[in-house]
């Protein structure tokens, strides 16, 4: 599968954007899909992450209720809304699809999108 992301861009603190992923290759519809970010000299963290159906979510603390992820699997697409965003969510954000393993949430993800760069000005 490939993971293509889009929709970053330069905003300002306390603004808004949605960031996208579109898979082509293979169906995302039976995965887990989640989001990361690297921060300049920072590892690359977890942001969150949506169940194959859409109906269970998780987050890292410093997002939880202002970030929402959602998918349309008819599209192959899954979405990050990113609200009330501040300095500290500046990185580049990638999309994974989540290794077909038991347990929740997924730990291992196995494809890789390249990434979309946000940048949050206060």
């Known amino acids: 599968v490939q993971l293509v992301e889009s929709g970053g861009g330069l905003v300002q603190a306390g603004g808004s954007l949605r960031l996208s992923c579109v898979a082509s290759?293979?169906?995302?519809?039976?995965?887990?899909m989640g989001w990361f970010r690297q921060a300049p000299g920072k590892e690359r963290e977890f942001v969150g992450v949506?169940?194959?159906?859409?109906?269970?979510?998780h987050f890292i603390e410093s997002v939880e209720g202002r970030f929402a992820i959602s998918r349309d699997n008819a599209k192959n697409t899954v979405y990050l809304q990113m609200n009330s965003l501040k300095p500290e969510d500046t990185a580049i954000y990638y999309c994974?699809?989540?290794?077909?393993?038991?347990?929740?949430?997924?730990?291992?993800?196995?494809?890789w999108g390249q990434g979309t760069q946000v940048i949050v000005t206060s």
């Open positions: 949506i169940s194959w159906g859409g109906s269970s979510t």
């Open positions: 994974a699809r989540a290794s077909l393993l038991p347990g929740w949430p997924p730990t291992r993800y196995d494809s």
């Open positions: 290759g293979r169906s995302i519809t039976d995965f887990a």
